[in-house]
Each structure stands twice: as C-alpha cells, then as structure tokens.
C-alpha cells in the first residue's frame, strides 16, 4: 500500500507542475491577445484625444496628457515612443523624466510594431522594477508614420490568479490523494484477509487443532485458491 501511495504522489507532483507551467503559459497568451485589443483600441482613442490634428501635434505635454488620460482609461502604462526610440509620453512618468530614459528603439515589441506587426514582449523593467507584459501598436496617422504606442501590464496580476487557480488544483488533487489511500487500504485488506486466515488456519492445522481445514478460506484469486487447496489437501492427508 505505502508503494501505492507513492507513486500516486510522484504521479500527483508530476502533472501539478506540469499543469502550473501550462496554466502560467495559458494566462500570459490570454492577457498577451487581450492587450493586442487594447492596443488596436487604445490607438484610435489616443490620435481622437489629441486636441488639434495628429498629424500637426509635436508638443511633448499635448501628448503626455493623451498618454494619461488612455491609461487612466484602460488602467494599464501607456508609452508613446517616437520613431527614433525616444518616449514622448508616458501615463506613469512626468514629461520632465523623459531625458532620463533609455532609448527604446532596441525594444522587441517597438522593433515588431515598426514592421507594422503588434509587438509583444515579455521581461523585467528597470524602471518599475518588477516583471512586465509589454504590447506595442504603430499609430501611422501620427506624425512621421513611425511613432509607436505601447501598453504595459505587470505580471504580479497574472501571478495573482494563477496562485488561486494553482490552490485550488492542489486542493483538490490534496482530496483526490486521500479518497486514493482509503479505497487502497479497502483493497489492500480485501486482498490480504485471506492471507491472513490462510496462515491462521496452517498453524492450527500445525498444532493439530480438530476443524482446522474449515479454516482455511476459499480464495478469490486463482493463486490463492490454488494455496488453499493445497493446504486443506494437506491437512486430509496429516489425518490420514
């Protein structure tokens, strides 16, 4: 029985990681597809929030403003790099820490959305210090055609959920282990009573106890039937 449950426990740690890695790639592509809508979505709010035509805007605070109020809209980070990796404009930073940020243009997610593909990136960020999901959006009605707008989402959200989904796996497979050892020791004594009045009966049968053949029990296994008729066999011919 202890070897059953063990391996039932190696099988159980097997699939929960598995299912944990699985789940964790599950959600990001989830949230990763859903940014990309937002991103479509976020770009046309943008260009419409701008006061005066996309295309004539070149004043950093007009764009910062329109990167504000869309992520205070959407409840993410919203970036605006120029085509030259420079940001014009960020939800989360004020216009006068923009000098200090790295250039962009190495970005995966800005390199995929100068292609005219909604870039996708996922990695730590320096500036806020914690894992980000990043989705980035060409706006070819602004300006030179090459700006890009980026949504950012820390991954603490994703972590979140996946550790409440993750416990209530265990949970359960916690339950399943325990209904697995009950119905293993009801085998296990199914399966060994037999034995047991088997080797009672032998050693009655030893000692010459009067009936000790009644005692030994039909098996349910062929095995066991075969042993128990040899037993009783023997028994006949010790009265002989």
Known sequence: MLTYVLIVLVVMACVGLYLERALNDFLIDHLANTLKREARLAAT???????????????????????????????????IIAGDGSVLGDSRLSVLNFGSLENHAD????????????????????????????????????????????????????????????????????????????????VSRLESRPIEQMIEGALQMAAAVPGAEARIPNATTRELDELSAALKEMYRQLQG
């Open 45 to 79: 709010v943008w260009e419409a929030s701008l006061e005066v035509d996309p295309a004539e805007v070149d004043r950093a605070a007009e764009v910062d403003r329109a990167a504000d109020m869309v992520g205070e809209r959407l409840g993410l980070r919203v970036t």
């Open 107 to 186: 970005r995966p997610e800005f390199i995929a959305a100068q292609r005219r593909e909604v870039g996708q990136s996922l990695r730590f960020s320096a500036t806020l210090g914690q894992e980000m999901l990043y989705v980035a959006q060409l706006l070819p009605r602004y300006g030179d055609g090459r700006t890009v707008l980026r949504l950012a989402m820390p991954l603490r959200e994703v972590q979140v959920l996946e550790d409440s989904i993750t416990a209530v796996i265990w949970i359960g497979s916690t339950i399943g282990l325990l209904v697995a050892v009950v119905l293993a020791y009801g």
